[in-house]
């Protein structure tokens, strides 16, 4: 069977499929692009405020946010209002949440008050310390020199003082940090 198209028709069909086929992907990528320009995000500016009005400081100062949220982020736009909470138990993190069907978390890091981080720190760096290994039914001592600083529950690297070498301990009380075994 012969076909009544002239190679020419045949080159320009051929050629126009080719167009469809390779601007498939390029109008793909265009409404994307549309699509992400008209939705909605939520402005840092609005995660910076919700910070400062649950830290009760603003941006650098103490008790408040170290820094101002990063500029650039693009979280989905929040239906209902910023929920924020302490994370953890040393209260210098900001937790911010958006909560609904595109809900998102942040954490802001604080500036702690000078007063309530030095009376959290038990330990400051250069403290001789004891090192207690505690296991089922065993205990072992040694002296050590505390690395850097914490407070009661935190684990610091800790140098021992024959060996010389770094472990890390976590401090129990003032003088004293404890490795469980078992």
């Known amino acids: 069977m012969k076909s009544n198209i002239s190679p020419q028709r045949l080159e320009v069909r051929l050629l126009m499929t080719a167009l469809v086929v390779v601007s498939l992907p390029l109008f793909?990528?265009?409404?994307?692009a549309q699509e992400n320009r008209s939705r909605a995000y939520t402005d840092p500016a609005a995660?910076?405020?919700?910070?400062?009005?649950?830290?009760?400081?603003?941006?650098?100062?103490?008790?408040g946010a170290r820094m101002p949220a990063d500029k650039r982020l693009r979280l989905t736009a929040c239906a209902?209002?910023?929920?924020?909470?302490?994370?953890?138990?040393a209260k210098s993190i900001v937790k911010v949440e958006c909560?609904?069907?595109?809900?998102?978390?942040?954490f802001?890091?604080?500036?702690p008050a000078e007063p309530e981080a030095q009376a959290a720190k038990v330990v400051v760096r250069g403290d001789p310390i004891?090192?207690?290994?505690?296991?089922?039914?065993?205990?072992?001592?040694?002296?050590?020199?505390?690395i850097e600083g914490g407070a009661i529950g935190d684990w610091i690297a800790v140098r021992t003082v024959e060996r010389g070498d770094a472990i890390?301990?976590?401090?129990?009380?003032?003088?004293l940090a404890v490795i469980p075994v078992g």
């Open 28 to 32: 793909a990528a265009l409404a994307s």
């Open 80 to 89: 209902s209002p910023l929920t924020t909470d302490w994370h953890g138990r």
């Open 108 to 111: 802001i890091a604080t500036k």
């Open 130 to 146: 004891t090192v207690l290994v505690r296991g089922r039914g065993f205990s072992v001592q040694q002296n050590a020199e505390a």
């Open 47 to 63: 995660i910076d405020r919700a910070v400062a009005e649950f830290t009760g400081a603003g941006i650098g100062e103490l008790g």
């Open 168 to 175: 890390r301990a976590r401090i129990e009380r003032p003088g």
């Open 99 to 106: 909560q609904g069907p595109e809900s998102w978390r942040i």
